[in-house]
């Protein structure tokens, strides 16, 4: 179901996140992420003191993770190809700081202290949040190929939207062992 009809109106930004995850021949998994802001109209005298035309990606960046079916992070690449200022591309190597991490409960928590605010770049920031969804995504079957769940284990997924707390219908299904709710309501 589409949103409802909006009033008149005209874009002026356009954010679009694209990610995409890749098995390869090594049994690694590449997750990347590309991010791009467009303005609809000429940024005038913006930082550098250089107009950006209207369609020119305002930010134009990407990010590379390479993972093991563990969500270990094998190897990271950050590239600004386009941004308001020359220098931020400046700090993409810094993201080489998460080689060794394990994308897990915490993640974001976890990154925040290593590459946000002055350590890092707002833009990419948020990419490493989306690519680590698409890194769960991606590597999901083969992990059920290699893993069979076991009663009590907690799935990474328990607990993390409504349709997996403890009372709702899906986690009777799939762990009754963590099952909660009423019996009588299913």
């Known amino acids: ?19 995409r995850g890749y098995e390869r021949e090594d049994g690694l998994w590449d997750i990347e992420g590309h991010l791009t802001d467009v303005k609809t109209y000429t940024w ?3 930082t550098d003191g250089e107009d950006l035309p209207a369609g020119v990606p305002a930010h134009d960046m990407w990010i ?22 020359r220098l931020c591309g400046d700090i993409t190597h810094k993201f080489s700081v998460l080689k060794g991490l394990k994308i897990d409960r915490g993640w974001t928590k976890h990154i925040n202290g290593v590459l946000a605010g002055a350590e ?40 993390t939207c409504h349709m997996y ?8 299904k799939r762990w009754p062992e963590l099952y909660k709710g009423s019996k009588e309501s299913v």
Request: proline residues 7%; aromatic residues 6%.
């Open 165 to 172: 707390t403890p009372e709702s219908f899906q986690t009777l």
């Open 120 to 159: 890092g770049c707002t833009h990419q920031w948020e990419l490493l949040g989306r690519v680590a969804t698409v890194a769960y995504q991606s590597t999901n079957n083969a992990r059920k190929r290699v893993r069979q769940h076991k009663v009590g284990d907690i799935p990474r997924v328990f607990n």
């Open 64 to 85: 590379r993770l390479t993972v093991d079916i563990d969500m270990v992070i094998h190897d990271c690449i950050a590239v600004t190809d386009g941004s308001p200022f």
């Open 44 to 46: 005038n005298d913006r």
């Open 1 to 19: 179901m589409p949103l409802p009809r909006p009033v008149a109106r005209q874009l002026s930004h356009n954010r679009i996140i694209d990610c």
